[in-house]
């Protein structure tokens, strides 16, 4: 794997990685920030497996190459596979961070020639499965799970793909700073032009935030610095199975967004936003002027025209 995930916990603030690794949990092995090598540190994880079943914690990053028998991630002789099945089969929990841990990631797009899998797929006994997804996982939401089991004993509310609602339980289109222009149907038309400029909508450009779900836009990257939208690209759909086949190609815009019906046009979505808005307003209006007829003289509603109903059920 390129470590990215554990490059971006090493970046975590709130808490640092300093005090979730010296004050709240005890690392007993990992390859890139652990101070044994070789025999030594194959022995720490053996000793982990055979002493504490049950009573430790997996995190894993990467995914799991399957093909040749395995022979394509070794380990101290052992391929990955067999090693995800002994560390994850006896763990009291597995986190999964990153795609490539959740779904098996970049190296399982198509053709997928190493059989690379995700822990889900790659360890059928896994138990206690939480999947944190995103290239590479967003540190604040891996600190949050790590603290949440620490305090409650026990871990956050997940969606059907194991992720934590916390993080996971709102689509970008649904917090993203941008959403206004959207729903007015302003969209940016190609890169670097005034609508580009001023933030406009970048769902023409390809962005996949209406069918990406994470929390980019409240807890953003960098200690909150910044996230790719507001930087002016489009949302990727990174932390989504097979983001890598389904999201591409990455520059052009999906063919219709659930939300207004399956193959809906997006300069209709635009239109029918604006209408819906000015609609809305005139309701509003309508509500103030229909409280006027009503007043300490008595109920006089009656003045009002008969309201029209919707025979076809609409609501």
């Not at 399982?108 to 059989?115: E, L, Q, R, V, Y």
């Not at 689509?171 to 190609?190: F, K, L, M």
Request: aromatic letters at 8%.
């Amino acid at each position: 794997d390129c470590a990215g995930n554990t490059e971006s916990f090493l970046r975590a603030s709130k808490p640092t990685a300093a005090e979730v690794i010296l004050d709240l949990i005890s690392i007993d092995y990992h390859e890139v920030i652990m101070a044994a090598a070789g025999h030594q540190a194959e022995e720490n994880l053996h000793n982990v497996v055979e002493n504490q079943k049950g009573a430790y914690l997996a995190v894993v990053e990467g995914s799991i190459p399957t093909g040749a028998n395995g022979a394509y991630c070794t380990v101290g002789g052992k391929a990955a596979i067999d090693i995800a099945n002994e560390v994850c089969g006896n763990a009291m929990a597995t986190i999964a961070v990153g795609t490539c841990a959740s779904f098996g990631g970049i190296p399982a797009a198509s053709p997928n020639p190493t059989g690379a899998l995700g822990v889900s797929d790659a360890v059928p006994d896994v138990k206690n499965l939480i999947n944190l997804s995103a290239c590479p996982v967003n540190a604040q939401n891996l600190t949050a799970t790590l603290v949440y089991f620490l305090t409650y004993g026990r871990f956050p509310a997940l969606d059907k793909l194991n992720r934590p609602l916390f993080a996971y339980g709102k689509s970008i289109h649904d917090n993203c700073e941008r959403r206004a222009h959207y729903d007015t149907g302003q969209y940016v038309e190609q890169w670097g032009d005034d609508a580009h400029r001023d933030g406009h909508c970048l769902y023409k450009m390809g962005c996949k935030g209406p069918v990406s779900f994470q929390n980019c836009p409240n807890v953003g990257w960098n200690d909150n610095t910044s996230w790719p939208i507001a930087c002016g690209h489009g949302c990727i759909g990174c932390a989504e199975p097979d983001f890598w086949d389904k999201m591409t190609p990455f520059y052009a815009h999906l063919p219709g967004f659930p939300g207004f019906g399956k193959g809906s046009n997006i300069d209709k979505i635009g239109f029918w936003a604006t209408i819906g808005v000015t609609t809305a307003f005139a309701g509003h209006t309508l509500v103030h002027l229909g409280k006027k007829f009503t007043g300490p003289g008595g109920d006089r509603a009656s003045q009002l025209p008969p309201s029209q109903t919707d025979e076809g059920g609409a609501e």
